[in-house]
């Protein structure tokens, strides 16, 4: 079943009727070229464009006798076409066709999720403006660390959607290759000079060598990459269901009225829509893994990968899509809760701070491991008696015969720490850098 998130296109693009309309176009623009070198009546050419059709129903009963699909194919197409069939599939062989028109598949495949990632790219972007000043504090280990805000984090998804897009482009090159070199990859039956032509006009680029199929190292090149790109949604996604915690609050995906969390307990609104991408996400990457090991095949080719990319491609092709365009319905609903981000940066007492303290220490002088001392024993302090570090460090006398209130102060002031994130998101969006506004964040 195809999700419903999934594009229309996506789905048809994988559909028995877009197999079959692809393998005739590859068999079409075959006989033309050849009719154009004198191989192929032009007549038989013109009979197999105009005339050439087919029944899925009927390409599967054939297929129930022959036990081959191409074969059931231009049978059923032969059937259409009449007298000239003759000239139907002539010098080929099944994978020449099969081969060719699913690098036409994939590549058209690739474009669709280029549109995806940009749709994603420019919802996540606008999010990003809208939160660049948002402080929230950043967590390691998931531990409070230094303080961040949430256009930073956004911007970081922006900026690795960026880098997916740049792979999938680079593996739609990969894969946008044909071949119509025969049983073993020799010409034995028609001239290198058809096989560039035919690609030509399907818009793809001749192998520059090939055995009775494209070799697989394309293919899994292709899957790693949709993988990647799985990868990184898993991330986004996982991120959002983190900071869903009850116990943090600061984002939820939205949730649509009349929605229900659970048949249990009224009161759930969970990240089903998170949760979901997540799952799909395994599957991506176990697909990578598939692909990978149809790389390996007997001698100049043997059936094992076909079973194979039965199942990987499409549903690789197909849940991508849907995560992407579900992730991006998320991303333009989701409800970001900036007092809750405040309050939580506040929840460690201060201790977010120390880092700076550390330096202001050590830039006075000290030397930098008994700096860490003294910040460490008020930390710890900090939190063992559950009282604000700023009071405790103001109270040390180690620190006080250093630093100044001040210079405290300012080691303490969030707008000081945040002073450089509006010039990494402006980078990140290729933005030039304006002069800092006046004020704090929000």
């Not at 001392?373 to 570090?389: I, L």
Request: hydrophobic share 45%; net charge negative; glycine share 6%.
């Amino acid at each position: 079943m195809i999700p419903r998130y999934t594009h229309p296109a996506m789905g048809r693009l994988w559909s028995d009727q877009r197999r079959f309309e692809t393998w005739l176009l590859v068999e079409t623009a075959a006989a033309e070229v050849m009719a154009e070198d004198g191989i192929v009546p032009a007549e038989a050419a013109r009979d197999i464009r105009e005339r050439g059709a087919f029944d899925i129903a009927r390409i599967e009963a054939i297929e129930q006798t022959t036990q081959h699909d191409v074969i059931a194919f231009t049978t059923a197409v032969a059937e259409r076409v009449g007298p000239s069939s003759r000239w139907l599939h002539f010098g080929l062989t099944s994978s020449d066709v099969v081969d060719t028109a699913l690098a036409v598949q994939m590549r058209d495949a690739c474009d669709l999720l280029l549109d995806d990632i940009d749709a994603l790219a420019a919802a996540v972007r606008r999010r990003a403006d809208e939160h660049r000043r948002t402080p929230m504090i950043g967590r390691t280990h998931g531990v409070h660390a230094e303080p961040m805000t949430f256009g930073l984090k956004l911007a970081l998804w922006y900026a690795e959607l960026q880098r997916d897009g740049a792979r999938i482009v680079r593996a739609r090159e990969t894969v946008s290759v044909g071949k119509i070199s025969g049983a073993v990859g020799t010409f034995a039956h028609l001239p290198p000079s058809i096989e560039a032509r035919v690609c030509q006009k399907l818009g793809l680029e001749a192998a520059l060598v090939s055995s009775q199929i494209i070799q697989r190292d394309r293919h899994a090149e292709l899957l790693a990459t949709l993988a990647i790109t799985a990868a990184s949604l898993d991330k986004f996604a996982l991120e959002i269901r983190g900071l869903q915690k009850t116990e943090i609050g600061e984002v939820e995906e939205p949730f649509a009225a009349g929605q229900k969390g659970s048949s249990a307990m009224p009161h759930k609104r969970n990240p089903i829509g998170c949760e979901q991408i997540c799952g799909l996400a395994r599957i991506v990457r176990a697909n990578a893994m598939a692909a990978l090991e149809n790389v390996a095949l007997w001698h100049e080719r043997d059936i094992s990968h076909s079973s194979v990319e039965r199942i990987i491609l499409p549903d690789s092709f197909i849940a991508l899509d849907h995560m992407l365009r579900r992730f991006t319905r998320i991303v333009q609903g989701m409800v970001v809760y900036p007092d809750r981000m405040l309050d939580n940066l506040r929840r460690s007492r201060g201790v977010v701070f120390s880092g700076q303290l550390l330096l202001e220490l050590a830039r006075r002088g000290v030397a930098r491991e008994q700096a860490y001392v003294w910040v460490q024993r008020a930390a710890q302090r900090s939190s063992a008696e559950q009282r604000e570090f700023k009071t405790l460090v103001l109270a040390d006398p180690d620190v006080m015969g250093v630093l100044t209130r001040e210079e405290i102060d300012q080691a303490f002031d969030l707008d000081a720490q945040l002073r450089h994130v509006e010039e990494v998101i402006d980078g990140v969006f290729g933005v030039t850098p304006a002069p800092s506004p006046a004020g704090s964040v929000q």
